[in-house]
Structures are given as C-alpha cells and as structure tokens.
C-alpha cells in the first residue's frame, strides 16, 4: 500500500478527502476506515459523519455515535459538539446499560430520551477548548437540562462568549438569556441585534422571534409587512407557529392577497406538526367557511387533536359537539367530559354546558359540586345566567341542598332578563313553592317569558286565561296564545287546542279543527290526546266511526300509562262495522 502513497494513516485521510470532494463517497469510505482504525481522529469524525449520513456506507446512528465518541475521546472538538447535539435530541445515549432509555449502548435506532450529561460532558470540553458551537450548546445544557444541571448564570457567560464569536446558535442562545434581564429600550434593542444575527444565518427559531418583535414593535420600529415576510420564511423552515401565523394571514388576507386554499394548508401543516392553535382554526373552518357547508366531522376530528394536546378551548369545542350529535354521535358522556376539561379551566360557556348535562343526570359524582361552586360564583357577581343555573340547582338539590326559598330568590334575580326564568318563576308563584302563591304575579311573570316567545310560558299563560285564574278570563286571548305556540310545535298547545274546540269551553264547538290538532298532538306522542284522538275515532265524530284506527290510537295511549284507554278498548266492537252512525252522539270534553 505505501508504493501507492497512502500507506500512513494520514495519506489515506488525504486521498479520501479528495475522493469525498470529487463526489466519491464509496470510494473514499474504505481509506476513511482505514485511517480511523489506525486512531486518527478526523478520521473517525468523517467516518462518524458518513455513518450518520449514509455517505458510501449504510446509514447507522449507532455506528456514527461510536466513532464520534473515540474521535471526541482523542479531543477531536467539531466530533465533541455533535456528539453532544446527538446526545440533547435522544439521538444517541452514552449512559451505561440500565440506565438509559435504549438499554444499552447505541442499541437501538429510534429516539431515546435526552442524555444530558454526556451532552454536559462532551459539550463542556468543546466550550473550554474554545469552540464556539460547543459554547453554544453548552449553554443550551444548562439552560435545558435537569434541574440539577441548571445554571443560567453559566450558561448566559457561554452563550455570550459564543455570540461574540460569531456563533449563530450563541446569538439566539443570547438573545433568549438576555430577554428576561432587561427592562429598558437600550436592552430590548441588544435583544433584537442578537436575534436579526441568529436570523441572518437563517435559524428557524430566530426568524420566527424576529418577526414577532418586528410585529409588536419590541426593540425595533413595528413593521407588520416586515413581521410577515418573516413569518413566511420561518414557516418555510418548519416552525409550527410561524406556519399558524402564516396561514391565518392568508386567510385574513392582511396584508397579503387573500388566500383561503394555500391558507388552510398551512395551518394544516402546523396542526399536523402539533400546533393545538393551529388545529383549533382548521376545526372552526370547517365550521364557518363561508362558502361550503359546514363539515362538523372534520372539525370534530381537528378539535379532538388539539384538545388532546391539552388546548382547552378546543376541549370545550368537542364537547359542544358531542352534546349536540354534530359531526359525532351523541354521548352525554363523552361530552362531559370534554366539557369538563375546558369548564375547569374557567370557561364559563363549558360549564354552563357542563352544568346542563350534570341536571339531567350525567357527568360524574364530583360533577355536581363543582357546578353548584361556579354557579354561586358566577351569580354572586351578578350574571343572571349563573343565577338561573344556581335556583335550578338548588331546586333540584344538584351539588347542595334542595332549597325552594333559595331556588326561588335565585330565578327571581335571573327572571329580570332570562325568558326562560320569568316561565319557571311564574310556575312556582302558581304553586306556591318557595314563595307564597301569587296567581296574578304568576300571571305577569308568564306574560312577560311569553311575549318574549317562549312556547311553554305561552301555554300557561292560556291556561291561566282559560280558566280565570291570576286575571280574568279570555278565551279568544288564551286561542291565540295556544295557536302560536302550536304553530312553533308545542305538542301541550295543540292538545289544549283539541280540547278547546271539542266543546264545553265557551266557544263554538268544532271537531273538525279539534280532531285535526288531537291528531298533530297525538302524532307527536301526547298519550291523552291519542287517548282523545281514538275516542273521536271511535264515536266517528267527524264522520263515519273507524274503530280499527281508534283501537291503534287506544293501545298507544295505554302503553304510555293512560289507564283510561283500557276501558275504550273493551267497548270496541269486535268487527269493523258499526250501526251506530250518529256522529254527534256526546264526546267527554278534555280538559285543558
């Protein structure tokens, strides 16, 4: 081999590098060995490096850490830093068997956790010799590391001494350290001039910081057109926030061409790499595009990544549509516990959801304390919906004590500007319950929910006016009330209406009109008017009797309780034809 010259180990280096620059890695592979086996240690570097990057041999990280590890043993500095790089992003794990996430040295080729002291060891050699990467990264070390490892003082002196070095990583490094020690315009401007250093070299992160001082005006003079441009490289190197950032402005269209498609790919690509924010926007999208319908399926499935990456408003989003059935099946369940997760958090939206759910039974057994606590701190500050939610919890007994005078005092306050509270309001002056009876204030109380149009208050309202009760009686005004509220599907609206016009209450009797909104009420699972229903049936009240109909409508009503019905059935003729035509034979008047 020496008559070739390059016999010693350092004339195969030699041959080899040529050999690498002119495009030869296989070629130069074997001399690189050959001189690395001899212990020379740039040789076992560039052997290292061609392990790690698959030049003229195959890729192996475990191979690549073992010679930078005999390169960096012989003070090899460039070897010292990369192997301490490798040992801070779990690429390779220089701790003994057992003690390491891989289990023994090198073994495996998939990420292990961080090994910060190896990278503490090999990185503070590389800083002492005087490289500027290993200043870098040893300030990295003790800023990241464990607990116990930590000195920031140390590490802002190293990442100083590398920034004044030139090294970009140092420039970040510094400008992250120096940030919160400065309180002034000089230092916020030291701050910036470090970060536009580490931007000039392109670091992701520093372009990414840059913009955003550039946007608030922090160390600089505020340039949002110059934020964005900065936005866009950053997000063009991978980082997540700069693509959210990105994308949004896209689909803003502020202070660049309007962009929904290239937007939304963008944010998609954030979301993908695990920006929660950036999910959150893509699931609203789906929502209200603006131009397409919305698609709750995909939005649930974003909202479900984000949430899962512990994004509470997302939870509080997936909750909502696990309430409603959008885009999911409905599961109280499952919503409450989204719903949960967010209403902990503080949003009141989520717990006023939650405590929806947790009324009507579901959630879990701490549920209903928790709600009962957000109610009484909610309505204690004067939120007429929290104190809605509290009078019916205490009504209920959910989370506290039921008490009625409570309950009562508590909807009083909500019913100054809650509909729905005036209604329930007005029901417990009626009976009494927790304040003294007050028809007439009961009266008022459902006029004022009624004429906001809420449905039931409308019905009790009639009901009091059909009978005299709390006011005088009006049946033409009680007609309208249950027509409206019929109109908006009020099934108890168009049974009261059935009975109204079959008789007996004042007004023209007629059964055709009464049939037709027993018939609507009864359709809609109202056992007394399938019970009044079949009895028109059977009488033939508009017509000819039809006894196998009022037999179905008689059946339905008895497998809903209505006892009654059983004694209809057995009165039925046993076949289809009946000599009794008189359709105006006596039909018992239904109560309202």
């Given amino acids: 081999m020496a008559l070739f010259g390059f016999g010693s180990p350092a004339a195969a280096l030699r041959r080899a590098v040529r050999l690498s620059e002119e495009g030869k890695a296989a070629e130069a592979f074997p001399l690189l060995a050959q001189a690395a086996k001899a212990g020379n240690a740039e040789a076992e570097y560039r052997v290292a490096r061609c392990y790690l990057e698959g030049s003229g041999v195959p890729a192996s990280r475990a191979e690549g850490a073992r010679?930078?590890?005999?390169?960096?043993?012989?003070?090899?500095?460039?070897?010292?830093?990369?192997?301490?790089?490798?040992?801070?992003?779990?690429?390779?794990?220089?701790?003994?068997?057992?003690?390491?996430?891989?289990?023994?040295?090198?073994?495996?080729?998939?990420?292990?956790?961080?090994?910060?002291?190896?990278?503490?060891?090999?990185?503070?050699?590389?800083?002492?010799?005087?490289?500027?990467?290993?200043?870098?990264?040893?300030?990295?070390?003790?800023?990241?590391?464990?607990?116990?490892?930590?000195?920031?003082?140390?590490?802002?002196?190293?990442?100083?001494r590398a920034a004044d070095a030139g090294s970009p990583e140092g420039c970040l490094g510094y400008a992250l350290s120096l940030a919160p020690r400065t309180n002034d315009a000089a230092g916020r401007r030291q701050v910036a001039e470090y970060l536009g250093r580490a931007a000039q070299a392109m670091l992701p992160t520093a372009v990414y910081l840059l913009g955003v001082l550039a946007e608030q005006g922090v160390g600089l003079t505020q340039d949002p057109a110059a934020a964005l441009e900065l936005y866009r490289n950053a997000a063009e190197l991978g980082v997540r926030s700069a693509q959210t950032r990105w994308g949004l402005a896209l689909i803003e269209g502020k202070l660049v061409k309007r962009d929904l498609l290239n937007g939304e790919t963008w944010l998609r690509r954030a979301a993908l790499a695990g920006d929660a924010e950036a999910a959150v926007l893509v699931a609203d999208l789906n929502i209200n595009n603006g131009e397409l319908p919305p698609n709750y399926t995909q939005a649930a499935a974003w909202y479900r990544r984000a949430a899962e990456a512990g994004n509470k408003a997302a939870a509080g989003a997936l909750g909502s549509l696990y309430l409603n059935g959008d885009g999911v099946a409905p599961d109280?369940?499952?919503?409450?516990?989204?719903?949960?997760?967010?209403?902990?958090?503080?949003?009141?939206?989520?717990?006023?959801?939650?405590?929806?759910?947790?009324?009507?039974?579901?959630?879990?057994?701490?549920?209903?304390?928790?709600?009962?606590?957000?109610?009484?701190?909610?309505?204690?500050?004067?939120?007429?919906?929290?104190?809605?939610?509290?009078?019916?919890?205490?009504?209920?007994?959910?989370?506290?004590?039921?008490?009625?005078?409570?309950?009562?005092?508590?909807?009083?306050?909500?019913?100054?500007?809650?509909?729905?509270?005036?209604?329930?309001?007005?029901?417990?002056?009626?009976?009494?319950?927790?304040?003294?009876?007050?028809?007439?204030?009961?009266?008022?109380?459902?006029?004022?929910?009624?004429?906001?149009?809420?449905?039931?208050?409308?019905?009790?309202?009639a009901e009091m006016m059909v009978n005299g009760r709390g006011g005088p009686a009006d049946i033409p005004g009680a007609l309208r009330r249950f027509e409206k509220a019929a109109g908006e599907g009020h099934v108890g609206a168009m049974f009261a209406l059935g009975a109204l016009y079959g008789g007996g209450h004042q007004i023209p009797t007629d059964r055709k009109i009464a049939q037709r909104w027993l018939k609507s009420a009864a359709e809609e699972g109202h056992g007394y008017a399938q019970l009044m229903l079949g009895r028109y049936l059977a009488a033939g009240a508009t017509g000819e009797p039809q006894p196998e109909e009022a037999r179905d409508w008689f059946e339905r009503a008895l497998a809903q309780g209505i006892i009654e019905a059983e004694d209809d059935l057995a009165a039925l003729p046993p076949d289809t034809d009946s000599e009794d035509d008189d359709s105006d034979r006596d039909l018992p008047a239904a109560r309202v």
């Fill in 67 to 160: 010679w930078l590890e005999r390169a960096a043993g012989r003070g090899h500095i460039e070897a010292q830093t990369l192997l301490a790089a490798l040992c801070v992003n779990g690429l390779a794990d220089l701790r003994p068997p057992g003690e390491g996430q891989a289990g023994s040295l090198f073994a495996a080729e998939q990420p292990s956790g961080p090994d910060f002291e190896s990278a503490l060891k090999w990185s503070r050699r590389a800083a002492e010799a005087g490289s500027a990467q290993g200043q870098a990264m040893l300030g990295y070390v003790l800023t990241n590391g464990p607990e116990a490892m930590r000195d920031l003082e140390a590490a802002h002196g190293w990442y100083q």
């Fill in 332 to 461: 109280p369940e499952e919503a409450a516990r989204w719903l949960r997760i967010s209403a902990l958090a503080g949003d009141t939206h989520s717990q006023i959801d939650l405590a929806n759910l947790v009324l009507q039974g579901a959630g879990n057994p701490e549920d209903p304390a928790s709600v009962a606590k957000w109610f009484e701190q909610a309505a204690a500050s004067g939120d007429l919906i929290a104190s809605f939610n509290l009078g019916i919890a205490l009504a209920k007994g959910v989370g506290m004590e039921a008490d009625d005078e409570q309950a009562a005092q508590w909807l009083r306050q909500a019913a100054e500007g809650l509909p729905q509270a005036q209604y329930i309001y007005g029901r417990m002056l009626a009976e009494g319950r927790g304040v003294a009876a007050d028809p007439t204030a009961a009266r008022d109380w459902f006029t004022r929910a009624a004429d906001a149009g809420l449905g039931d208050a409308q019905v009790a309202l």
